[in-house]
């Protein structure tokens, strides 16, 4: 089954607000955590990535956190811009291989 | 640079036709992998290939699908005898080695549709 579940199918924010994406996961022995955007109609592509053994890794306007206690990962972005609406997967690797499992995805609904 | 070409775009079939999607990956990378997406779903992984080699086909049906990624030319994902269920948006990603960090780069998809 799925390795990596996500708590909410749509977010809507306010355009210069922070978002939050939330995502469990359930496999211990993955390698690493990503988080991908896909916008309409288009290819997911690849936002940032968190190694199993950080907590906390910083990109441009956007962080990622990872509780291990949990199994949470979490996908901050800074400011949001209408351009950040999409749907945001997490996603998890592990197996050696670039074996990348994805969860089901949320909706991020900037509001203008 | 070229980034992954997936064609065709759009493709329509009646049942029991055959479809082949293609997809050529990033000028330099040997490792691809095909994924199948249902509307409003995530990506479920299908195959992962190298030049010549299926490495993990876990995730294909057993029957009507597979997948080649010759020495020369694009990576085939052909799809026999299709039916309804088969619609989907079918993605190529492509990596240029293992041991990566799950930075996998992406078409833009194929969408088969199945009347």
């Known amino acids: 089954g799925e390795s990596v579940g996500l708590h909410l199918p749509t977010l809507s924010v306010q355009e210069g607000d922070n978002s939050i994406i939330n995502c469990a996961y359930s496999?211990?022995?993955?390698?690493?955590f990503i988080w991908y955007k896909q916008e309409s109609g288009k290819g997911p592509q690849f936002i940032i990535d968190?190694?199993?053994?950080?907590d906390k890794r910083q990109g441009q306007r956007v962080t990622v956190l990872l509780n291990k206690t949990v199994k949470h990962l979490s996908l901050q972005i800074a400011a949001t811009q209408p351009g950040d609406s999409a749907v945001y997967f997490c996603?998890?690797?592990?197996?050696?291989?670039?074996?990348?499992?994805f969860g089901t995805g949320t909706k991020l609904q900037v509001i203008p | 640079n070229a980034g992954v070409m997936q064609n065709p775009r759009h493709l329509v079939r009646r049942r029991g036709q055959e479809a082949r999607l293609r997809c050529s990956p990033v000028?330099?990378?040997?490792?691809v992998y095909w994924y199948r997406q249902l509307p409003e779903e995530g990506l479920k992984f299908m195959v992962y290939?190298?030049?010549?080699?299926?490495?993990?086909e876990s995730g294909m049906p057993k029957e009507r699908f597979s997948a080649e990624f010759p020495k020369e030319g694009p990576s085939i994902l052909r799809i026999q005898q299709v039916v309804r269920g088969d619609s989907a948006a079918y993605f190529c990603?492509?990596?240029?080695?293992?041991?990566?960090?799950?930075?996998?780069?992406f078409g833009e998809g194929s969408r088969l549709t199945v009347l």
């Open positions: 996603a998890d690797l592990s197996g050696g291989y670039q074996k990348v499992t």
């Open positions: 000028k330099g990378h040997s490792h």
């Open positions: 968190i190694r199993s053994n950080m």
């Open positions: 496999n211990s022995a993955s390698d690493y």
């Open positions: 290939l190298q030049k010549e080699n299926i490495i993990d």
């Open positions: 990603a492509s990596s240029p080695s293992v041991g990566g960090t799950g930075e996998l780069f």
